[in-house]
Protein backbone atom coordinates (compact mmCIF):
# COMPACT_ATOMS: atom_id res chain seq x y z
CA UNK A 1 0.00 0.00 0.00
CA UNK A 2 0.93 3.60 -0.73
CA UNK A 3 0.74 6.17 1.62
CA UNK A 4 -1.52 9.13 0.31
CA UNK A 5 0.85 11.86 0.88
CA UNK A 6 5.01 12.31 1.27
CA UNK A 7 7.16 11.71 4.28
CA UNK A 8 9.60 15.06 4.63
CA UNK A 9 12.40 15.48 7.08
CA UNK A 10 11.90 17.34 10.05
CA UNK A 11 14.23 18.42 13.14
CA UNK A 12 12.90 18.11 16.74
CA UNK A 13 14.68 18.67 19.30
CA UNK A 14 18.19 17.75 17.89
CA UNK A 15 16.78 14.82 16.13
CA UNK A 16 15.52 13.65 12.76
CA UNK A 17 12.38 12.29 11.71
CA UNK A 18 10.21 11.84 9.25
CA UNK A 19 6.64 13.76 9.49
CA UNK A 20 3.69 12.80 7.04
CA UNK A 21 2.12 15.53 4.34
CA UNK A 22 -1.10 14.34 3.48
CA UNK A 23 -1.82 14.48 -0.60
CA UNK A 24 -4.07 18.08 -0.88
CA UNK A 25 -7.71 16.85 -1.49
CA UNK A 26 -7.66 18.90 -4.54
CA UNK A 27 -5.38 16.64 -6.40
CA UNK A 28 -6.42 13.27 -4.67
CA UNK A 29 -8.85 10.79 -6.25
CA UNK A 30 -11.59 10.74 -4.21
CA UNK A 31 -13.70 8.43 -6.36
CA UNK A 32 -15.61 5.68 -4.38
CA UNK A 33 -16.74 1.93 -5.03
CA UNK A 34 -20.24 1.19 -5.63
CA UNK A 35 -20.27 -0.32 -2.19
CA UNK A 36 -19.16 2.67 -0.05
CA UNK A 37 -21.57 4.95 -2.54
CA UNK A 38 -24.36 2.79 -1.47
CA UNK A 39 -23.48 2.83 1.96
CA UNK A 40 -23.44 6.38 1.88
CA UNK A 41 -26.33 6.28 0.31
CA UNK A 42 -28.56 4.50 2.61
CA UNK A 43 -26.49 6.36 5.62
CA UNK A 44 -28.19 9.73 4.55
CA UNK A 45 -31.71 7.78 4.09
CA UNK A 46 -31.03 7.07 8.02
CA UNK A 47 -30.09 10.84 8.68
CA UNK A 48 -32.92 11.71 6.96
CA UNK A 49 -35.18 9.55 9.05
CA UNK A 50 -33.74 10.46 12.26
CA UNK A 51 -34.50 13.92 11.71
CA UNK A 52 -38.00 13.01 10.74
CA UNK A 53 -38.06 11.28 14.16
CA UNK A 54 -37.46 14.37 16.12
CA UNK A 55 -39.97 16.11 14.77
CA UNK A 56 -41.15 20.20 14.63
CA UNK A 57 -40.62 20.37 18.46
CA UNK A 58 -37.05 19.00 18.44
CA UNK A 59 -35.48 21.15 21.13
CA UNK A 60 -35.85 19.46 23.86
CA UNK A 61 -34.25 16.12 22.54
CA UNK A 62 -31.45 18.00 20.78
CA UNK A 63 -29.89 19.02 23.97
CA UNK A 64 -29.95 15.25 24.93
CA UNK A 65 -28.51 14.59 21.57
CA UNK A 66 -25.77 17.34 21.82
CA UNK A 67 -24.92 16.03 25.35
CA UNK A 68 -24.46 12.23 23.94
CA UNK A 69 -22.23 13.48 21.45
CA UNK A 70 -19.91 15.33 23.99
CA UNK A 71 -19.79 12.65 25.78
CA UNK A 72 -18.73 9.98 23.72
CA UNK A 73 -16.16 12.70 21.87
CA UNK A 74 -14.74 12.88 25.13
CA UNK A 75 -14.83 9.21 25.98
CA UNK A 76 -12.40 7.97 22.91
CA UNK A 77 -9.88 10.57 24.28
CA UNK A 78 -10.13 9.33 27.81
CA UNK A 79 -11.92 11.92 29.43
CA UNK A 80 -15.02 10.79 31.33
CA UNK A 81 -16.56 12.47 33.80
CA UNK A 82 -20.68 11.73 35.29
CA UNK A 83 -23.10 13.15 33.73
CA UNK A 84 -24.52 15.38 36.72
CA UNK A 85 -21.02 16.67 36.77
CA UNK A 86 -21.40 17.60 33.33
CA UNK A 87 -24.54 19.65 33.46
CA UNK A 88 -23.46 21.52 36.31
CA UNK A 89 -19.60 21.72 34.83
CA UNK A 90 -22.28 23.58 31.67
CA UNK A 91 -23.26 26.20 34.24
CA UNK A 92 -20.71 26.59 36.27
CA UNK A 93 -18.98 30.56 37.19
CA UNK A 94 -15.48 28.68 36.66
CA UNK A 95 -15.05 26.79 39.89
CA UNK A 96 -14.66 23.64 38.53
CA UNK A 97 -12.44 24.63 35.62
CA UNK A 98 -9.61 22.20 34.25
CA UNK A 99 -12.19 19.49 35.55
CA UNK A 100 -12.85 16.27 33.41
CA UNK A 101 -16.40 17.25 33.66
CA UNK A 102 -15.69 21.38 32.53
CA UNK A 103 -13.57 19.84 29.74
CA UNK A 104 -16.13 17.62 28.54
CA UNK A 105 -18.82 20.88 28.64
CA UNK A 106 -16.33 22.54 26.70
CA UNK A 107 -16.52 19.31 24.02
CA UNK A 108 -20.67 20.32 24.22
CA UNK A 109 -19.74 23.91 23.92
CA UNK A 110 -17.81 23.57 20.80
CA UNK A 111 -20.08 21.37 19.07
CA UNK A 112 -23.31 23.75 19.56
CA UNK A 113 -21.23 26.74 18.26
CA UNK A 114 -20.62 24.55 14.96
CA UNK A 115 -24.04 23.28 14.46
CA UNK A 116 -25.11 27.39 14.90
CA UNK A 117 -22.34 28.37 12.45
CA UNK A 118 -23.71 25.53 10.31
CA UNK A 119 -27.26 26.62 10.29
CA UNK A 120 -25.85 29.78 8.85
CA UNK A 121 -24.93 30.69 5.19
CA UNK A 122 -21.16 32.23 6.18
CA UNK A 123 -18.55 29.81 4.66
CA UNK A 124 -16.02 28.07 7.36
CA UNK A 125 -12.95 29.47 8.54
CA UNK A 126 -9.36 29.17 10.08
CA UNK A 127 -11.47 31.53 12.96
CA UNK A 128 -14.44 29.60 13.24
CA UNK A 129 -12.37 26.42 13.66
CA UNK A 130 -10.06 28.22 15.94
CA UNK A 131 -13.15 29.58 18.04
CA UNK A 132 -14.33 26.02 18.55
CA UNK A 133 -10.97 25.09 19.58
CA UNK A 134 -10.96 27.72 22.47
CA UNK A 135 -14.37 26.70 23.52
CA UNK A 136 -13.59 23.21 23.49
CA UNK A 137 -10.39 24.04 25.97
CA UNK A 138 -11.72 26.23 28.16
CA UNK A 139 -11.64 23.52 30.98
CA UNK A 140 -8.60 21.89 29.96
CA UNK A 141 -5.39 22.51 30.91
CA UNK A 142 -3.90 23.27 28.13
CA UNK A 143 -1.53 25.91 28.34
CA UNK A 144 -3.12 29.98 27.68
CA UNK A 145 -0.47 30.09 24.45
CA UNK A 146 -2.12 27.05 22.79
CA UNK A 147 -5.44 27.67 22.65
CA UNK A 148 -7.27 28.66 19.70
CA UNK A 149 -4.50 29.14 17.78
CA UNK A 150 -2.66 27.08 15.32
CA UNK A 151 0.35 25.23 16.40
CA UNK A 152 3.86 26.50 15.71
CA UNK A 153 5.00 23.59 16.76
CA UNK A 154 5.82 20.17 15.55
CA UNK A 155 2.80 17.79 16.17
CA UNK A 156 2.31 13.72 16.47
CA UNK A 157 0.21 11.53 17.30
CA UNK A 158 0.37 8.58 19.87
CA UNK A 159 3.84 7.87 22.07
CA UNK A 160 5.32 10.63 24.36
CA UNK A 161 8.15 11.94 21.71
CA UNK A 162 7.93 12.23 17.94
CA UNK A 163 10.63 9.51 17.78
CA UNK A 164 8.22 6.90 19.18
CA UNK A 165 5.05 8.24 17.77
CA UNK A 166 2.43 6.16 15.60
CA UNK A 167 2.01 9.26 13.02
CA UNK A 168 4.15 12.56 13.19
CA UNK A 169 2.06 15.10 11.41
CA UNK A 170 2.80 18.09 9.01
CA UNK A 171 5.20 20.10 10.29
CA UNK A 172 3.99 23.49 11.10
CA UNK A 173 5.56 25.53 7.81
CA UNK A 174 2.52 23.02 5.88
CA UNK A 175 -0.33 24.26 7.48
CA UNK A 176 -1.34 27.23 5.93
CA UNK A 177 -2.03 25.30 2.30
CA UNK A 178 -3.33 22.08 3.85
CA UNK A 179 -6.35 24.21 5.89
CA UNK A 180 -6.69 26.28 2.73
CA UNK A 181 -7.32 23.23 0.90
CA UNK A 182 -9.53 21.46 3.30
CA UNK A 183 -11.57 24.62 3.69
CA UNK A 184 -11.90 25.04 0.07
CA UNK A 185 -13.16 21.14 0.13
CA UNK A 186 -15.68 21.55 3.20
CA UNK A 187 -17.38 24.23 2.01
CA UNK A 188 -17.84 23.38 -1.71
CA UNK A 189 -20.64 20.56 -2.32
CA UNK A 190 -18.47 18.13 -4.65
CA UNK A 191 -19.13 14.70 -2.68
CA UNK A 192 -22.04 13.38 -1.65
CA UNK A 193 -22.59 14.91 2.41
CA UNK A 194 -21.67 11.52 4.03
CA UNK A 195 -18.63 10.89 1.97
CA UNK A 196 -17.55 14.56 2.33
CA UNK A 197 -17.58 14.02 6.57
CA UNK A 198 -15.64 11.20 6.45
CA UNK A 199 -12.90 12.29 4.22
CA UNK A 200 -12.81 15.92 5.79
CA UNK A 201 -12.75 14.80 8.63
CA UNK A 202 -9.75 11.96 8.40
CA UNK A 203 -7.93 14.28 6.35
CA UNK A 204 -8.08 17.29 9.56
CA UNK A 205 -7.25 14.44 11.57
CA UNK A 206 -3.85 13.96 9.81
CA UNK A 207 -3.36 17.86 9.64
CA UNK A 208 -3.32 17.98 13.69
CA UNK A 209 -3.42 21.94 13.18
CA UNK A 210 -3.83 22.34 16.91
CA UNK A 211 -1.21 21.07 19.84
CA UNK A 212 -4.67 19.26 21.58
CA UNK A 213 -8.01 18.39 21.05
CA UNK A 214 -7.78 17.75 17.41
CA UNK A 215 -9.67 14.87 17.40
CA UNK A 216 -12.90 16.30 19.22
CA UNK A 217 -12.42 19.14 16.97
CA UNK A 218 -12.55 16.86 14.20
CA UNK A 219 -15.52 15.02 15.05
CA UNK A 220 -16.80 18.63 15.72
CA UNK A 221 -16.52 18.98 12.24
CA UNK A 222 -18.30 16.17 10.92
CA UNK A 223 -21.38 17.93 13.44
CA UNK A 224 -20.69 20.93 11.26
CA UNK A 225 -20.57 19.18 7.78
CA UNK A 226 -23.48 17.08 8.24
CA UNK A 227 -25.96 19.84 9.59
CA UNK A 228 -25.10 22.11 6.32
CA UNK A 229 -25.13 19.75 3.88
CA UNK A 230 -27.85 18.06 5.28
CA UNK A 231 -29.83 21.30 6.09
CA UNK A 232 -30.25 19.67 9.53
CA UNK A 233 -31.20 21.14 12.70
CA UNK A 234 -29.66 18.58 14.72
CA UNK A 235 -26.99 16.48 13.70
CA UNK A 236 -27.35 12.27 15.00
CA UNK A 237 -24.62 11.90 17.79
CA UNK A 238 -21.57 10.10 15.65
CA UNK A 239 -19.15 9.96 18.04
CA UNK A 240 -21.46 7.50 20.18
CA UNK A 241 -20.83 5.17 17.11
CA UNK A 242 -17.70 5.58 16.61
CA UNK A 243 -17.06 5.24 20.23
CA UNK A 244 -18.62 2.12 19.94
CA UNK A 245 -15.59 0.50 18.20
CA UNK A 246 -12.60 2.76 18.56
CA UNK A 247 -10.31 0.52 17.33
CA UNK A 248 -12.42 0.39 14.04
CA UNK A 249 -12.65 3.68 13.90
CA UNK A 250 -8.18 4.24 14.07
CA UNK A 251 -7.85 1.32 11.21
CA UNK A 252 -10.04 3.25 9.16
CA UNK A 253 -8.58 6.33 9.28
CA UNK A 254 -5.22 4.65 8.91
CA UNK A 255 -6.75 3.14 6.11
CA UNK A 256 -7.58 6.43 4.77
CA UNK A 257 -3.88 7.28 5.19
CA UNK A 258 -3.08 4.97 2.64
CA UNK A 259 -5.30 6.07 -0.19
CA UNK A 260 -8.29 3.23 0.85
CA UNK A 261 -10.47 6.03 0.80
CA UNK A 262 -13.67 3.75 0.17
CA UNK A 263 -12.93 1.66 2.71
CA UNK A 264 -12.91 4.18 5.14
CA UNK A 265 -15.91 5.80 3.71
CA UNK A 266 -17.59 2.55 3.91
CA UNK A 267 -16.85 1.87 7.26
CA UNK A 268 -17.93 5.78 8.35
CA UNK A 269 -21.60 5.42 6.53
CA UNK A 270 -22.13 2.34 8.83
CA UNK A 271 -20.49 4.18 11.34
CA UNK A 272 -23.52 7.31 10.66
CA UNK A 273 -26.45 5.19 10.04
CA UNK A 274 -25.91 3.14 13.39
CA UNK A 275 -26.01 6.91 14.80
CA UNK A 276 -28.82 7.70 12.88
CA UNK A 277 -30.84 4.49 14.23
CA UNK A 278 -29.67 5.83 17.62
CA UNK A 279 -31.23 9.04 17.78
CA UNK A 280 -34.53 7.44 16.53
CA UNK A 281 -34.11 4.86 19.37
CA UNK A 282 -33.59 7.89 21.83
CA UNK A 283 -37.00 9.67 20.61
CA UNK A 284 -38.68 6.50 21.47
CA UNK A 285 -37.21 6.04 24.82
CA UNK A 286 -38.21 9.49 25.90
CA UNK A 287 -41.51 8.93 24.75
CA UNK A 288 -41.72 6.21 26.58
CA UNK A 289 -40.23 7.38 29.70
CA UNK A 290 -42.91 10.63 29.31
CA UNK A 291 -46.03 7.84 29.42
CA UNK A 292 -44.17 6.43 32.45
CA UNK A 293 -43.92 9.70 34.40
CA UNK A 294 -47.76 10.69 33.51
CA UNK A 295 -48.66 7.10 34.57
CA UNK A 296 -46.88 7.27 37.77
CA UNK A 297 -47.79 11.12 38.55
CA UNK A 298 -51.66 10.06 37.83
CA UNK A 299 -51.64 7.17 40.17
CA UNK A 300 -49.76 9.28 43.20
CA UNK A 301 -52.27 11.74 42.38
CA UNK A 302 -54.91 9.29 43.13
CA UNK A 303 -53.56 8.84 46.49
CA UNK A 304 -52.85 12.31 47.17
CA UNK A 305 -55.69 14.43 45.50
CA UNK A 306 -52.86 15.97 42.87
CA UNK A 307 -54.30 18.30 40.90
CA UNK A 308 -53.90 17.70 36.97
CA UNK A 309 -52.40 21.48 37.25
CA UNK A 310 -50.23 21.25 39.83
CA UNK A 311 -46.33 22.37 39.76
CA UNK A 312 -45.31 19.35 39.93
CA UNK A 313 -47.13 18.40 36.57
CA UNK A 314 -45.70 21.49 34.93
CA UNK A 315 -42.26 20.62 35.74
CA UNK A 316 -41.92 17.38 33.84
CA UNK A 317 -41.83 19.60 30.82
CA UNK A 318 -38.79 21.21 32.00
CA UNK A 319 -37.72 17.69 30.67
CA UNK A 320 -35.24 16.48 29.20
CA UNK A 321 -33.66 20.04 28.13
CA UNK A 322 -32.69 19.93 32.30
CA UNK A 323 -31.06 16.62 33.35
CA UNK A 324 -30.68 18.60 36.58
CA UNK A 325 -33.34 20.07 38.73
CA UNK A 326 -33.25 22.76 41.39
CA UNK A 327 -35.76 24.87 42.88
CA UNK A 328 -34.25 27.90 41.93
CA UNK A 329 -33.97 26.32 38.24
CA UNK A 330 -37.56 25.42 38.56
CA UNK A 331 -38.96 28.70 40.15
CA UNK A 332 -37.11 30.71 37.69
CA UNK A 333 -38.54 28.76 34.86
CA UNK A 334 -42.35 28.26 36.15
CA UNK A 335 -42.28 31.48 37.94
CA UNK A 336 -42.96 29.39 40.33
CA UNK A 337 -41.94 30.50 44.41
CA UNK A 338 -38.79 28.61 45.77
CA UNK A 339 -41.14 26.65 48.09
CA UNK A 340 -43.73 26.19 45.25
CA UNK A 341 -40.89 24.63 43.44
CA UNK A 342 -39.45 22.46 45.88
CA UNK A 343 -42.42 21.22 47.01
CA UNK A 344 -43.46 19.86 43.42
CA UNK A 345 -39.31 18.16 43.23
CA UNK A 346 -40.28 16.59 46.16
CA UNK A 347 -43.54 15.44 44.80
CA UNK A 348 -41.98 13.74 41.96
CA UNK A 349 -39.24 12.12 43.83
CA UNK A 350 -42.14 10.81 46.29
CA UNK A 351 -43.85 9.36 43.02
CA UNK A 352 -40.38 7.64 42.13
CA UNK A 353 -40.31 10.12 39.39
CA UNK A 354 -37.06 12.47 40.09
CA UNK A 355 -34.25 11.32 42.38
CA UNK A 356 -32.66 13.49 45.15
CA UNK A 357 -28.99 13.72 44.15
CA UNK A 358 -26.60 16.01 46.90
CA UNK A 359 -23.59 17.02 45.27
CA UNK A 360 -20.78 14.87 47.40
CA UNK A 361 -18.14 18.54 47.09
CA UNK A 362 -19.49 22.19 45.60
CA UNK A 363 -16.91 23.26 43.96
CA UNK A 364 -18.31 26.26 42.42
CA UNK A 365 -19.85 29.44 43.59
CA UNK A 366 -23.47 29.01 44.48
CA UNK A 367 -23.73 25.65 43.14
CA UNK A 368 -26.85 24.61 44.91
CA UNK A 369 -26.81 21.40 47.47
CA UNK A 370 -30.03 19.68 46.41
CA UNK A 371 -30.33 18.30 43.32
CA UNK A 372 -32.62 16.38 41.46
CA UNK A 373 -32.73 14.32 38.39
CA UNK A 374 -34.27 11.31 35.89
CA UNK A 375 -32.12 8.11 36.32
CA UNK A 376 -34.17 7.01 33.38
CA UNK A 377 -33.04 10.04 31.28
CA UNK A 378 -29.27 10.49 32.47
CA UNK A 379 -28.54 6.80 30.95
CA UNK A 380 -29.81 8.03 27.70
CA UNK A 381 -26.85 10.25 27.59
CA UNK A 382 -24.71 8.25 30.04
CA UNK A 383 -23.92 6.25 32.82
CA UNK A 384 -26.01 6.97 35.80
CA UNK A 385 -24.30 9.32 38.13
CA UNK A 386 -25.53 7.91 41.24
CA UNK A 387 -23.18 4.56 40.13
CA UNK A 388 -19.60 6.18 41.21
Not at 3 to 25: D, K, N
Not at 35 to 56: H, K, M, N, W, Y
Request: charged share 20%; net charge neutral.
Amino acid sequence: MELAGTEVPVVWRGRRVSAFVPQLLAERDLSLDAEAAARCGAAEVSVSQGAEALGDDYAPLARLLLRAEGIASSYIEGVTAPVVDVVLAEHDDGGGAQSPAAWVAGNLAAANEAIVHASGTQPLSVGELCRWHEALMAGSPTPAQYVGRIREEQGWIGGSTPLEAHLVTPPATALDGLLADLLAFVNGAGLDPIAAAAIAHAQFEIIHPFADGNGRIGRVLISWLLTRRLRLLTPPPVSVRLAADVGGYTAGLAQYRFGQTSTWVAWFADAVSGASRAQQELVGDVKRIRRGWETKLSVYGKVRSLRSDAGARRVLDLLPPHLVLTAPVVASALGLTRQGAGTALRTLADAGILTPFRAAAPSGRGRPAQLYVSEELLGLAGSSPLRR
